[in-house]
């Protein structure tokens, strides 16, 4: 079946910085790869999302690249601003999977005043 | 208003002692889950259903029992619970490979 690895587990860089976080996926052929955010105490909520037919799509200062050889995808966001702080999750889907999302572990991102 | 609604929010109980948290959604979504989150250990899937009367085990479904007899709600039922399910529990929805709405989340702790 279908794994997602995560990394890094945390991540700390200085405001206006970039952040990058990196998954790796080992199905082939999932082809659905959303980024979930979550700040503290609160639900995870959607940021972005690419599917199998386009490497990279942005929204203001998020980004995610899809590389389908490597089967990685990454998630960038860029001028850090301390809002960002939070744990950031991704996971991969599949057409056939019935809904069913694989997830990464999570990172914490600390952006440091 | 769009939304994943879960009650209660906060319990508090005993070993053995039945408990039901409800999750309702008012979105008319196919797909819905049970998550369990502990530190360090991110999300974990424990059932979804894909439809009324259609449902499955995720990764750790374990000590846990669902049902899903209407489209809005997928109550999340712990027969026996036991000091290991403690945990923060958040129910989500979706339609096909879309997003998933998650509720505000349960933080169970079982003494």
């Known amino acids: 079946g279908e794994n997602v690895e995560q990394h890094p587990s945390t991540l700390s860089v200085q405001e206006g910085d970039s952040a990058v976080i990196k998954c790796t996926y080992s199905?082939?052929?999932?082809?659905?790869f959303p980024w979930y955010k979550q700040e503290l105490g609160k639900r995870p909520q959607l940021i972005i999302d690419?599917?199998?037919n386009v490497g990279e799509k942005k929204d203001q200062r998020i980004a995610v690249t899809l590389n389908k050889t490597a089967k990685h995808f990454s998630l960038h966001i860029t001028e850090t601003q301390p809002e960002d702080s939070a744990v950031y999750f991704c996971?991969?889907?599949?057409?056939?999977?019935?809904?069913?999302?694989?997830w990464g572990a999570g990172t914490k991102l600390i952006i440091k005043p | 208003e769009a939304q994943v609604t879960q009650n209660p929010r906060y319990l508090i109980t005993v070993t053995g002692k039945k408990l039901t948290v409800t999750c309702s959604q008012n979105?008319?979504?196919?797909?819905m889950s049970w998550y369990r989150q502990d530190p360090g250990l991110g999300l974990r899937q424990i059932y979804y259903?894909?439809?009324?009367?259609?449902?499955d085990k995720g990764d750790v479904p374990e000590g846990y029992k669902v049902s899903r007899k209407e489209k809005r709600n997928f109550p999340l039922i712990l027969e026996s619970p036991s000091p290991n399910q403690t945990s923060l529990y958040f129910c989500?929805?979706?339609?096909?490979?879309?997003?998933?709405?998650f509720g505000p989340g349960t933080r169970l702790t079982v003494t």
């Open positions: 989500a929805s979706s339609s096909h490979l879309y997003e998933q709405y």
């Open positions: 979105m008319n979504h196919e797909y």
């Open positions: 259903s894909m439809n009324v009367e259609v449902t």
């Open positions: 199905d082939s052929a999932s082809n659905y």
């Open positions: 690419i599917r199998s």
């Open positions: 996971a991969a889907s599949r057409w056939d999977s019935n809904y069913q999302l694989i």
